[in-house]
């Protein structure tokens, strides 16, 4: 890329008078409506196996289809985010993310649903990465923590409610009103967003790369899929193996080439900010650890505790609601007193909560659950936007929208990888419980032999956490470029 002709453009854009609270308002309400969607469907899965007469393995696509779309479409937004507006990138998001909504909500088949729901995940893939953008284009450095705790606030909110909210829509109407209720949320956000969202974006237009755009699809594309569809039919299947190979591959030859082409389509010298480097190892560990209890908890309420689903989200929600209220109190602080007062207690309570889970069992009642699971999420709330708008900071402005979808895409990743492992671990554990049971037949022996291997899960979850720790140790406060500091005063 050339840099000197993006740091003029840069500086011709004039934001020191521009009116930030509608802006921030249109990108959390479009956030909260994509995210909270999110959450909600995947409690519906037995009632869409029954409604449209398929398998588990095939209502899956469900998930992975959406996680797949993200990881493709993420890397290519810094380019986009080069060719059009603020508003034009987001106003197309959320337009995308309803008409998606409104293909689920009528459905008469399985296919059209999952049509909806790639078309869906494009809109979340195109507005996650300019939300962040955004942030960092009309905030200056020193007042960034704040702005990032408002959106951490919605992240961790959305899935907080979403499962109880889905549970008690499934229990009183039908599966289809989990988008119903959406529709008039998203149509809502384009509206606000047509009206108040103003562009905070240079367009530099650089020239697309077609053959990054093919490699990048196939890298990041393969190494998603692959993961995801390792837990549902094994490691040993050629569908897993290849396209992992595929993957990997494509994301060494994607890398070569960002590294010689003049104009990359994801500029990775983000990476020299040895802040931005750092931190974003710490996210691929953090969201690794946060995917453990994600998706092992909910099994764990369900099958164990025999919870109902709706009952089940009520014990997680009042986790992440704390989470919710924590992220701008974090931001707050992370402006005043910088990363590591906040990064550090927060990767101790995440290993502690961590440990806890390790010795899961049976006799737990949701008491117990909800009070580690909220030592967790105040942990998480207290690392994840502090530590990502440090690493951010460090970047020049030029290389935003690059680092943007750097940790978005490297997140997607991480979480597909987390979800496998932890599902692998989990299974495994509990078939070498059930070989060495006197009675394998036994529902008390069923029970303890899933017990035994969440118990393994997490004993790997703390092992990543205490790296994640360890990391911690070295993050500092970083200071915005020369160029940067001159546009803020």
Known sequence: ???????????????????????????????????LNETLLNIAFPDL???????????????????????????????LQQWFTTRQMFLSAMILFLVGTIICGVTPSFEVLLVGRVIQAIGTGLMLPVMMNTILAIYPPESRGGAMGMIGLVIMFGPAIGPTLAGLLIDQLDWRWLFYAVIPLAAFSVIFAFAYLKNVSDLTKPKVDIIS??????????????????????????????????????LILFIWRQLVVKEPILDLRAFKYPMFSLV?????????TMFSTMIIMPIFLQSVLLMTAFKAGLTLMPGGIVNGIMAPVAGKLFDKFGPKVLVIPGLVLITIATWLFSGLTADWGSGHVIAVHIVLLVGISLVMMPAQTTALNQLPRQLYPHGTAIMNTLQQVAGAIGTALFISIMSSGTKDYIAGSKDPSNPAEVVQGLVAGMNDAFVIALVISVLALILGVFIKRTEAPKEEVKKAV
């Open 280 to 288: 974003t190892v710490l996210m691929l560990v953090m969201m690794m």
């Open 49 to 79: 196996m029954i409604e449209f007469n398929v398998t588990a393995a095939t209502i899956q696509w469900l998930s992975t289809a959406y996680m797949l779309v993200i990881g493709i479409l993420v890397p290519v937004t810094a380019l």
């Open 213 to 250: 755009i093919l490699l990048s699809t196939i890298g990041f594309g393969g190494i998603v899929y692959s993961f995801s569809k390792s837990g549902e039919i094994g490691w040993g299947d050629p569908e897993v193996y290849w396209t992992l190979t595929a993957g990997i591959v494509g």
């Open 1 to 35: 890329m050339n840099a000197g002709t993006v740091e003029t453009n840069a500086s011709s854009l004039d934001l020191s008078k521009i009116k930030r609270g509608p802006i921030v308002a249109a990108l959390i309400i479009g956030a909260f409506v994509a995210i």
